[in-house]
Nanobody
């Protein structure tokens, strides 16, 4: 079992920045691939960025060049640095941890943190 707690959401004006944090506990953090997802009202949850246990990263086209995902295995934390925020980035942001072991998917979610970009 992995418990995930997000923090760092809030209100920001367009062009501003926020850094989201996701603190993990309950298992060996470093073996999990981690991701940030978001869900806007009336829309499906979508991948924003993910980072493998080995440190490889992947971003949605809509956030490339503006967002940066990173992880600190010593602190059991994954971060999402969000710069040049736009109103369309407004959503609830969720942290995810997942791994496949012996053909079983282990998949965990945080409770989400609200990001609102307003003009």
């Amino acid at each position: 079992q992995v418990q995930l707690v997000e923090s760092g959401g809030g209100l920001v004006q367009p062009g501003g920045s926020l850094r989201l944090s996701c603190a993990a506990s309950g298992s060996i953090f470093s073996i999990y691939d981690m991701g940030w997802y978001r869900q806007a009202p009336g829309k499906q949850r979508e991948l924003v960025a993910d980072i493998t246990s080995g440190g490889s990263t992947n971003y949605a086209d809509s956030v490339k060049g503006r967002f940066t995902i990173s992880r600190d295995n010593a602190e059991n934390t994954v971060y999402l640095q969000m710069n040049s925020l736009k109103p369309e980035d407004t959503a609830v942001y969720y942290c995810n941890a997942h791994r496949v072991y012996s053909a079983i998917l282990y998949d965990y979610w945080g409770q989400g943190t609200q990001v609102t970009v307003f003009s």
